[in-house]
């Protein structure tokens, strides 16, 4: 590393050192790293988002909201697709490389002072250091609110360090289920330091799935337990419209055992949404609920103008992001069979008849089959490839997959980019291509040519 201020390079170097290490579950390091870096966490109001898929476009659109009702709206995403610094983003923009430098130099300090009294097996991870970095950047550009996404579950996740709001008292509160706050006219700019102590006012559930069972437990009551417990004493647990009845029925328990005020989203924005793809309008839909119960908590409405203009900004990378023309060429990183089945449902209005060619790389922990059933329907022919994460399957083994399902004729090309021209060329000028099954085939074909991989994780 560089003696004096860290250059963006040098930020990588230490975030991907500490790959190595893994997962190691538990808040103790996270909450001694907040400590050292003198709580950044409590300097700004926070929405929390959890759940198996929609995160990351439901982040960036409550952020898109809140933006436009005059707020100062800070992000943190995970993963990112190119740069580490697409993770964190303000006033609806990634963070400059510099900032991002000092942001993560900052946390490493913090960890270094943190490892000194811990054991071999109790380091920082790269995540935790992530966040702290996420943190301490929002804090230090003085955000009004930051929306946060968090990584896997929630209750040993490193962002469930934040505070509940002041006052709250969750023991025998009531607990309601409202619908969202309808539209009304703007109203003067309140920030929350105008109001009452910075704390996670509205934590979001998008939806739970069986993903990551290995660590949140085998079925989706587990799961959303475990999602759940982000849920803070007098805050706002907003749900999305198609969550299922086991974890809509934790949802309430969990709201219940906190005083906290249970709302779902409704099925439909109310607003036209720039995003492509059905799944995208339930998460708006979601996305307005949030931001409709977080200006509540200000004393606030939703000004349906404002919705209207995030609606029809927001556009999320690496989500039926159009990379090509001729023929109409998207990349979508949905990488479980929920996260393919919303896709899928979408695709009908999308190709319009014309031809499907499917390009798909999906690695070893995921439900391959399932995502492959709910996708080749819709396909003419499918090419096989291989993005560059070691937990990537052989294209070989998911072609063979694809055969014992009845899927489309398919060829297998180990090379992400190889195989997308391959693919294009299969669906000719007048087709549709679609590359999907994981992040991390997204980020090959994103990646400028001749960049080196960089985690995601």
Same mark, same amino acid.
């Given at each position: 590393? =560089?003696?004096? =201020?860290?250059?963006?390079?040098?930020?990588?170097?230490?975030?991907?050192?500490? +790959?190595?290490?893994?997962?190691?579950?538990?808040?103790?390091?996270?909450?001694?790293?907040?400590?050292?870096? #003198?709580?950044?966490?409590?300097?700004?109001?926070?929405?929390?988002?959890?759940?198996?898929?929609?995160?990351?476009?439901?982040?960036?659109?409550?952020?898109?909201?809140?933006?436009?009702?005059?707020?100062?709206?800070?992000?943190?995403?995970?993963?990112?697709?190119?740069?580490?610094?697409?993770?964190?983003?303000?006033?609806?923009?990634?963070?400059?490389?510099?900032?991002?430098?000092?942001?993560?130099?900052?946390?490493?300090?913090?960890?270094?002072?943190?490892?000194?009294?811990?054991?071999? +097996?109790?380091?920082?991870?790269?995540?935790?250091?992530?966040?702290?970095?996420?943190?301490?950047?929002?804090?230090?550009?003085?955000?009004?609110?930051?929306?946060?996404?968090?990584?896997?579950?929630?209750?040993?996740?490193?962002?469930?360090?934040?505070?509940?709001?002041?006052?709250?008292?969750?023991?025998?509160?009531?607990?309601?289920?409202?619908?969202?706050?309808?539209?009304?006219?703007?109203?003067?700019?309140?920030?929350?330091?105008?109001?009452?102590?910075?704390?996670?006012?509205?934590? $979001?559930?998008?939806?739970?799935?069986? +993903?990551?069972?290995?660590?949140?437990?085998?079925?989706?009551?587990?799961?959303?337990?475990?999602?759940?417990? $982000?849920?803070?004493?007098?805050?706002?647990?907003? $749900?999305?419209?198609?969550?299922?009845?086991?974890?809509?029925?934790?949802?309430?328990?969990?709201?219940?055992?906190?005083?906290?005020?249970?709302?779902?989203?409704?099925?439909?924005?109310?607003? +036209?949404?720039?995003?492509?793809?059905?799944?995208?309008?339930?998460?708006?839909?979601?996305?307005?609920?949030?931001?409709?119960?977080? /200006?509540?908590?200000?004393?606030?409405?939703? #000004?349906?103008?404002?919705?209207?203009?995030?609606?029809?900004?927001?556009?999320?990378?690496?989500?039926?992001?159009?990379?090509?023309?001729?023929?109409?060429?998207?990349?979508?990183?949905?990488?479980?069979?929920?996260?393919?089945?919303?896709?899928?449902?979408?695709?009908?209005?999308?190709?319009?008849?014309?031809?499907?060619?499917?390009?798909?790389? $999906?690695?070893?922990?995921?439900?391959?089959?399932?995502? /492959?059933?709910?996708?080749?329907?819709?396909?003419?022919?499918?090419?096989?490839?291989?993005?560059?994460?070691?937990?990537?399957?052989?294209?070989?083994?998911?072609? =063979?997959?694809?055969?014992?399902?009845?899927?489309?004729?398919?060829?297998?090309?180990?090379?992400?980019?190889?195989?997308?021209?391959?693919?294009?060329?299969?669906?000719?000028?007048?087709?549709?291509?679609?590359?999907?099954?994981?992040?991390?085939?997204?980020?090959?074909?994103?990646?400028?040519?001749?960049?080196?991989?960089?985690?995601?994780?």
């Amino acid at each position: 590393m =560089s003696g004096g =201020s860290w250059t963006l390079e040098d930020a990588e170097r230490y975030l991907l050192g500490l +790959e190595l290490f893994g997962m190691r579950f538990g808040l103790d390091r996270m909450r001694r790293l907040m400590t050292t870096l #003198d709580q950044p966490e409590r300097r700004f109001d926070t929405v929390h988002v959890v759940g198996t898929n929609g995160k990351s476009s439901t982040v960036r659109m409550i952020a898109a909201i809140l933006e436009r009702h005059g707020m100062r709206a800070g992000a943190y995403l995970s993963p990112h697709l190119v740069s580490f610094t697409e993770r964190i983003r303000i006033d609806d923009r990634d963070t400059d490389q510099k900032a991002f430098a000092r942001a993560v130099q900052r946390a490493a300090h913090a960890a270094a002072l943190v490892d000194r009294s811990a054991s071999d +097996e109790d380091t920082v991870t790269q995540f935790e250091a992530l966040t702290a970095a996420a943190f301490s950047e929002l804090a230090a550009r003085e955000v009004d609110v930051a929306v946060i996404e968090a990584g896997l579950g929630g209750r040993y996740d490193a962002t469930n360090v934040l505070p509940s709001p002041a006052g709250s008292s969750p023991r025998g509160a009531p607990s309601a289920t409202a619908a969202a706050a309808s539209p009304a006219g703007s109203s003067p700019r309140v920030t929350p330091s105008a109001t009452a102590a910075a704390a996670s006012r509205v934590q $979001v559930l998008t939806n739970v799935g069986l +993903e990551h069972t290995r660590w949140l437990g085998p079925t989706v009551r587990d799961i959303a337990r475990e999602k759940l417990a $982000v849920v803070r004493d007098g805050a706002t647990l907003v $749900v999305g419209n198609d969550l299922h009845p086991d974890a809509m029925e934790e949802a309430g328990l969990a709201a219940e055992r906190h005083g906290a005020r249970l709302i779902q989203a409704p099925a439909e924005p109310g607003v +036209e949404v720039a995003a492509p793809g059905t799944f995208q309008r339930r998460n708006f839909a979601l996305a307005r609920a949030a931001a409709a119960a977080y /200006l509540e908590t200000l004393g606030r409405e939703l #000004d349906v103008a404002a919705v209207r203009a995030a609606a029809s900004a927001v556009l999320v990378p690496g989500r039926m992001q159009v990379i090509g023309h001729e023929p109409l060429t998207l990349v979508d990183g949905a990488h479980n069979p929920a996260g393919v089945a919303a896709i899928a449902e979408s695709l009908p209005q999308l190709t319009a008849g014309r031809q499907l060619v499917a390009l798909v790389s $999906v690695l070893d922990d995921k439900d391959a089959t399932e995502m /492959l059933r709910a996708l080749l329907p819709h396909c003419e022919r499918v090419v096989f490839t291989r993005n560059h994460s070691p937990r990537a399957l052989p294209p070989a083994t998911l072609a =063979s997959l694809a055969q014992q399902i009845g899927g489309p004729p398919s060829e297998l090309v180990q090379d992400p980019r190889r195989a997308l021209a391959r693919a294009r060329e299969l669906a000719g000028a007048n087709g549709v291509v679609l590359a999907t099954g994981s992040i991390y085939l997204v980020a090959d074909l994103l990646r400028p040519a001749g960049q080196r991989n960089a985690s995601i994780l």
